[in-house]
Structure formats: structure tokens, C-alpha cells
């Protein structure tokens, strides 16, 4: 009895850091006009799929740095459909105080559209709750030690996580509006020295494997290349996702791509220090 009660108060408690997690991981969003706005025009199949490909990627970091311990896939779903609910009962919340919600029908495309949004970067911040604002739990710290897949898939939720802060805003299309061809080319040099930096040289978490792994052109072409791939990738699909690349020409839309996999970059780059 009384380990059972345990186990409920130590899930009461994960569960309370977990929607901390999520206030501070979305609330920047949660009070952006864009976003609001997005919510109402966003292409429903889109929001769909964006809805649908979340839950894998909250199922793997639930994995790697999930809100509680655990070691069974079985487990790892229902937390990560935990940390879904989580997102989605806070973006409810929030939303609705700010009036953000008022004068949209109960149930209409709208409500739903801002809350789902909002709905999946609250998730990530409630997973990553247990690594942020708690102690570690038994035995995570082994599973965490990712292979090559695995930090490729870290580096996907980094890009995903710090692109989507600025994705819906209008300045990452002005800001490629107003850059020219060598401005743009500077930006992607810039991107992936900082990636190559962070991953090898400034002595943040899994560096010294690395580093151990095969030197610095084995860590370029087994981290870096594809690390930067995978942002472009994530910040590509964002575009699409909120209906960036409509109507645009191929050309503006490697530009924006671009623009977007800078911030997308670094968080692919500095994953390791939040997962």
C-alpha cells in the first residue's frame, strides 16, 4: 500500500513538473499574435500531419528524457500521451485567460487550430520537465547515451523546438525578402561553422565521444553535414506546415529554407545541453 502510494505521489510530481516544464518551454508562443492567427488559416490536413508525426518524435524523447523513468515502450507512449494532454490542457488554459479564445464557437476550427498549435512545443517542455526542473530518475542516465541515430533524432527535436519559436513570425520571411545571394551564402557558412562549433569544440555534453569517434573531419561528416541537413529538412517542413511556401518561387523558398535553419541549426546543435 504504502509503495503504491508512493508511486502515485512520485508521479503527482512529475506530473506537476511537467506542465512547469511546458508553461516555460511554450509561453513565449502561447503570447504570439502569429501564432493566434496561424491557428485560424493553417491548412486543417496540414495541421493533421503535424499533429500525427508529433507523437513519434514525444514517444522517442519521452526515451531519452521523458518526465519520469521508464524502460518499456508501453511506458513510453503513455507518457508521451501524457505530455500531449499536459500540452493541450495548458495551451487550453492560457489561451482562454488571455481572451485569445473569446468570440471563437466551443469546439470550432479555431479553438482547436491555436490550441493544437501551441499544443505540441508545451508537450516537449513537459518531457523535458524531469531533466529541467527535477533530478534525474534511476537509470535514465544510460538510456540517454544516444548512438548515431539517436543524436541525429536529438538534433531533429533541437531544430524542431527552436525553430518553431520563430517560424510563425513575419520576420523570418522579411528577413529573406531583404537578403541577397551572398548575404545568403554567408548565413549557411555561418550555420554550419556554428553547429560544427557547439558539436566539437566548445565542450558541451558528448564532445569528448566525439572527439574520440574519429577526430574533426569524422565529426564534420558524421554529425555536422547531417545535423544540418536535418534542420534544413524540419525547417522546410515548418514552412510548408503554416503555408509559407504557397504561391512562392522555388528560389525564395531555399532562401526562407535558409533563414529558418539558422535558429533551427543552433538548436539542433545545442540539443544535447537540454536532452
Known amino acids: 500500500m504504502n509503495a503504491a502510494r508512493d508511486a502515485n505521489l512520485d508521479y503527482g510530481a512529475a506530473l506537476a ?10 509561453f513565449p508562443l502561447l503570447m504570439t499574435m502569429e501564432m493566434w492567427s496561424l491557428g485560424m488559416t493553417v491548412d486543417r490536413w496540414r495541421l493533421v500531419i503535424f499533429l500525427v508525426l ?3 518524435m514525444l514517444i522517442g524523447l519521452s526515451y531519452y528524457a521523458g518526465f519520469e523513468s521508464t524502460f518499456r515502450l508501453k511506458d513510453e507512449v ?6 500531449f494532454g499536459v500540452g493541450f490542457l495548458l495551451s487550453a488554459a492560457l489561451l ?9 464557437g466551443v469546439g470550432s476550427q479555431a479553438v482547436w487550430g491555436k490550441i493544437s498549435l501551441c499544443a505540441a512545443p508545451a508537450a516537449i517542455g513537459a ?26 533524432f536529438l538534433m531533429a527535436v533541437g531544430a524542431t523546438f527552436l525553430a518553431f519559436n520563430v517560424a510563425p513570425t513575419e520576420e523570418m520571411i ?5 537578403m541577397g545571394p ?4 554567408l548565413l549557411m557558412t555561418a550555420s554550419i561553422v556554428l553547429l560544427h562549433l557547439y558539436v566539437y569544440r566548445l565542450g558541451f555534453p558528448g564532445e569528448t565521444k566525439r572527439r574520440e569517434a574519429g577526430g574533426f573531419r569524422r565529426t564534420f561528416v558524421a554529425f555536422t553535414a547531417p545535423g544540418y541537413g536535418v534542420a534544413l529538412m524540419v525547417s ?16 525564395e523558398v531555399a532562401t526562407m529554407t535558409i533563414v529558418l535553419g539558422f535558429p533551427a541549426a543552433l538548436g539542433a546543435a545545442t540539443a544535447r545541453l537540454v536532452v
Open 236 to 251: 522546410l517542413y515548418m514552412l510548408w506546415t503554416f503555408g509559407r511556401t504557397d504561391g512562392v518561387a522555388p528560389h
Open 127 to 152: 518531457l523535458l520537465a524531469g531533466k529541467q526542473l527535477g533530478e534525474r530518475g534511476p537509470g535514465r542516465g544510460e538510456k540517454a547515451r544516444a548512438g548515431a541515430v539517436g543524436e541525429l
Open 17 to 26: 513538473r511537467a506542465f512547469g516544464g511546458a508553461l516555460l518551454f511554450s
Open 54 to 56: 508529433t507523437i513519434p
Open 78 to 83: 503513455l507518457d508521451a500521451l501524457a505530455a
Open 174 to 178: 522579411l528577413i529573406a525578402y531583404q
Open 182 to 185: 551572398l548575404q545568403t551564402l
Open 96 to 104: 482562454g485567460m488571455f481572451g485569445v479564445l473569446r468570440g471563437d
